[in-house]
């Protein structure tokens, strides 16, 4: 009765209704998304990307530069590292009780035919001397002279010798550093097959006369361990 009786009022209340309906049309028609056309074809798509490269700034060549020069400051970086893994683990093996026969560059009084059958001698601290003055370039080339080392000992002592027993205990104890230190650098060394087949020496009048005395060492040649 009140909304028939006051014409004026019901029509500001339906307009204010109205108005509240509009705004939600409004809202739900902004929050919906664009509908999404079809993918552009490959001609457009061709055309885009040559706008693109067109856009796009070209290359310095000082950045370039910038970036060789990084790069190779890193590799000379992790390359100095390496090799002062390689020193530490020398120090480590010359330190090894067992390494007493690769320590010192053999004696030619205590082995007179040393140099006759190895060609190119080799120790722990000519390497080590090598490494004070930078001779080392690479990992490989300071493994390559350690396997000299111990290819030398391998050549010149006989089977079952005691430098031989202690080359095979050296060795396991730088491969356990290897990995330890340096995993990225594999250490293999073909090992030498010894012939029973005695060297034939000059008898002379000493020889002939010390016949009779016992032989002291059966299986070694060369150096004995320092006391």
């Known amino acids: 009765t009140l909304f028939r009786s006051n014409p004026d009022y019901s029509e500001g209340v339906g307009l204010r209704l109205r108005s509240r309906k509009a705004a939600k049309g409004k809202q739900s028609t902004a929050s919906r998304p664009a509908r999404k056309g079809r993918p552009p074809g490959k001609k457009a798509s061709k055309a885009v990307a040559k706008n693109f490269r067109r856009k796009a700034s070209p290359v310095n060549e000082a950045d370039i530069d910038e970036l060789v020069q990084q790069s190779g400051k890193q590799a000379t970086r992790r390359k100095n590292l390496e090799l002062q893994k390689c020193e530490d683990i020398l120090n480590k093996l010359i330190k090894y009780r067992f390494s007493w026969p690769f320590r010192d560059p053999v004696c030619t009084e205590d082995a007179e035919d040393y140099m006759e059958i190895v060609d190119n001698p080799m120790d722990f601290q000519t390497m080590l001397s090598k490494c004070s003055c930078n001779k080392y370039l690479t990992v490989q080339e300071f493994l390559a002279d350690i396997k000299?080392?111990?290819?030398?000992?391998?050549?010149?002592?006989?089977?079952?010798?005691?430098?031989?027993?202690?080359?095979?205990?050296?060795?396991?104890?730088?491969?356990?550093?290897?990995?330890?230190?340096?995993?990225?650098?594999?250490?293999?060394?073909?090992?030498?097959?010894?012939?029973?087949?005695?060297?034939?020496?000059?008898?002379?009048?000493?020889?002939?006369?010390?016949?009779?005395e016992p032989e002291t060492v059966k299986h070694s040649r060369g150096r004995k361990k320092k006391k």
Do not use: I, W
């Open 148 to 212: 000299l080392v111990f290819s030398n000992a391998e050549l010149y002592n006989q089977n079952g010798s005691q430098v031989l027993s202690c080359l095979e205990k050296t060795e396991d104890c730088l491969v356990t550093m290897l990995q330890k230190h340096l995993p990225g650098h594999l250490y293999q060394r073909r090992k030498r097959k010894k012939l029973p087949v005695k060297r034939k020496e000059p008898v002379t009048d000493e020889d002939d006369a010390q016949d009779s």
